[in-house]
């Protein structure tokens, strides 16, 4: 059982930068990844990151501007995320599951609450 919570999101302006955090409790050796999902839209895929940190793929629509990071030792994923815009707002998920392609398919066995990030224009 994976337990996963998120922060660091909030409201800022556009050109911004964030930094999400997701904590992991529990069994923590899964592929991790990052999933938002806007008003009236269905969820989709971020970033996501092996649990060795060996490989990472992320969404065309952030390529370039936002990072996937962890840290095993502190059981933790981070999305850094730069040069932020107003079509970023969405509230953020943070995801784990065994299979790398399971996650991509987000299809993951474990998600958290998730977390608000809004741009404003």
């Known amino acids: 059982q994976v337990q996963l919570v998120e922060s660091g999101g909030g409201l800022v302006q556009a050109g911004a930068s964030l930094r999400l955090s997701c904590a992991a409790s529990?069994?923590?050796?899964?592929?991790m990844g990052w999933f938002r999902q806007a008003p009236g839209k269905e969820r989709e895929f971020v970033a996501a990151?092996?649990?060795?940190?060996?490989?990472?793929t992320y969404a065309e629509s952030v390529k370039g501007r936002f990072t996937i990071s962890r840290e095993n030792a502190r059981n933790t994923v981070y999305l850094t995320m730069n040069s932020l815009k107003p079509e970023d707002t969405a509230v953020y998920y943070c995801?784990?599951?065994?299979?790398?392609?399971?996650?991509?398919?987000?299809?993951?066995?474990?998600w958290g609450q998730g977390t608000q990030v809004t741009v404003s224009s």
């Open positions: 529990g069994r923590t050796l899964y592929e």
């Open positions: 990151i092996t649990w060795t940190s060996s490989s990472t």
């Open positions: 995801a784990a599951d065994r299979s790398y392609n399971t996650l991509l398919k987000l299809e993951s066995s474990y």
